[in-house]
């Protein structure tokens, strides 16, 4: 039971260039998420999916994408990369709210966009 | 969700007990105590949660005041290890799909 994983764990981009994130779990949850920390910041939600082929918009959306593939897949998409979007990314998982909810994080991506 | 105070920084030695608290005064009845911590580069990490009763589990014990008006996380021997931010929240039983919202925490700086 490898909980969630996140691919790559560190990216260089330069600016315009496009990449996507990858994030799966493997505990049949329905609701993922994805987070952004910048350094010394809280976590802000980028994007989020209640359960396989939903996805709704969080906190700061704009410049990604993101495609909800299957239960166990939740990617993020950044079309054209700005270095504002240096950032550490997380993505979670959610246990079902009548058993006492839980978000599992992954591992992040360490994402520098030049 | 109702809003949670915590202490920005706390400091406690190796093998000691570490008892980070929580206000929430505001706080409803169908509204849960979470906590979470965050150590330095890594995800966050779910401890424990509670609704009124005290709770325990292998990582640590939660401490709800009988009004419910705060909490306190108690992590009974701490290490190097539990040095992180830990986040307080509070949170309804049927919060849907939005999301958690890590305040500013604690940070937890363990001495040896």
């Known amino acids: 039971n490898a909980g969630v994983t996140q691919t790559p764990k560190f990216q260089v981009l330069k600016t315009g260039q496009s990449m996507t994130l990858q994030c799966a779990q493997d505990?049949?949850?329905?609701?993922m998420y994805w987070y952004r920390q910048d350094p010394g910041m809280g976590l802000r939600l980028i994007y989020y999916s209640a359960s396989e082929g939903t996805t709704d918009k969080g906190e700061v959306p704009n410049g990604y994408n993101v495609s909800r593939l299957n239960k166990r897949e939740f990617s993020l998409r950044l079309e054209s990369a700005a270095p504002s979007q240096t950032s550490v990314y997380f993505c979670?998982?959610?246990?079902?709210?009548?058993?006492?909810?839980?978000?599992?994080f992954g591992p992040g991506t360490r994402l520098l966009v030049l | 969700d109702a809003k949670t105070t915590q202490p920005p920084s706390m400091d406690c030695a190796e093998g000691r007990a570490a008892n980070l608290p929580c206000n929430h005064s505001?706080?409803?009845?169908?509204?849960?105590v979470y906590w979470y911590r965050q150590i330095h580069s890594q995800g966050p990490q779910y401890i424990i949660h509670?609704?009124?009763n005290n709770e325990t589990n292998e990582m640590a014990s939660l401490i709800i005041t009988e009004d419910r008006k705060s909490s306190t996380l108690i992590l009974p021997h701490a290490t190097l290890r539990d040095t992180a931010v830990y986040y307080c929240?509070?949170?309804?039983?049927?919060?849907?799909?939005?999301?958690?919202?890590f305040g500013k925490g604690t940070r937890l700086s363990v001495i040896a």
């Open positions: 929240i509070v949170r309804g039983r049927n919060s849907g799909n939005t999301p958690l919202v």
């Open positions: 509670g609704l009124k």
């Open positions: 505001t706080i409803s009845g169908n509204e849960y």
């Open positions: 505990m049949n949850h329905n609701s």
């Open positions: 979670a998982s959610k246990t079902p709210d009548y058993i006492g909810e839980t978000q599992y």
